[in-house]
């Protein structure tokens, strides 16, 4: 069965260091996006993907957040530097595009800054 | 006013019961709604999608729409300890974009 892929599963680090996260789509899907989800809130888009450009990173705070998509295929979130409030649980989805709208989502990274 | 609206919950249901979940949502142009499971610790996982005006039948789930009344609604029939999760609400608004509720905890107890 098809499935998003996320790495790492979880990652602790230091406030002010540096983190990244990797996103592998379900194959053939050109949409992909990232979401950010704090305990007991769902899920918020950070940025959203159409192949290798980027339709919507109006909610990324783009002074500490960066992310790609350079291929079109597998994708990277990163952070620096990391803050206490960014302790969260980091989402990747995908969905075909094309009209179709279902989002599946991957297994998540859990982060948390000390 | 949020977006999307759910009871936080905890929704208790007997085992064998009907599980009744509501979404409200305030954007008028919104096209699409989906239903997503979570369970603690876990990523959302998509168990119905609807478009249209009325009820969409799936195994023991049924998602009810009502964009008239900017409403919609999760019925799960023989409620099972497995189901007990948290279900979140999704709603498509401008360009697509997917915005959830905070979600509804629901508890089947035994």
């Known amino acids: 069965e098809a499935e998003v892929a996320q790495s790492p599963r979880y990652k602790i680090t230091e406030k002010s260091q540096a983190v990244a996260f990797w996103c592998d789509p379900i194959?053939?899907?050109?949409?992909l996006y990232w979401y950010r989800q704090i305990l007991g809130q769902g899920p918020e888009l950070l940025v959203q993907?159409?192949?290798?450009?980027?339709?919507?990173d109006s909610q990324l705070p783009k002074d500490r957040f960066s992310a790609e998509r350079l291929k079109g295929v597998d994708s990277t979130l990163k952070i620096q530097p990391a803050e206490l409030g960014d302790s969260a649980m980091y989402l990747c989805?995908?969905?075909?595009?094309?009209?179709?709208?279902?989002?599946?989502f991957g297994p998540g990274t859990r982060l948390t800054v000390l | 006013q949020k977006e999307v609206e759910q009871n936080s919950g905890p929704l208790s249901v007997p085992e064998g019961a009907i599980a009744s979940l509501n979404c409200t949502y305030s954007?008028?142009?919104?096209?699409?709604f989906f239903w997503y499971r979570q369970y603690s610790g876990k990523s959302p996982e998509l168990i119905m999608s609807?478009?249209?005006?009325g009820d969409k039948e799936d195994g023991r789930f049924t998602a009810q729409l009502n964009k008239a009344s900017q409403y919609v609604s999760l019925l799960i029939r023989d409620s099972q300890p497995s189901d007990s999760a948290t279900y979140l609400c999704?709603?498509?608004?401008?360009?697509?974009?997917?915005?959830f509720g905070t979600g509804t905890q629901l508890k089947v107890e035994l």
């Open positions: 194959s053939g899907h050109a949409t």
């Open positions: 993907f159409q192949d290798e450009s980027v339709v919507d």
């Open positions: 954007d008028r142009g919104s096209q699409s």
């Open positions: 989805a995908s969905s075909p595009g094309t009209g179709v709208l279902e989002q599946f």
């Open positions: 999704a709603v498509t608004g401008g360009g697509n974009k997917l915005t």
């Open positions: 609807i478009y249209s005006n």
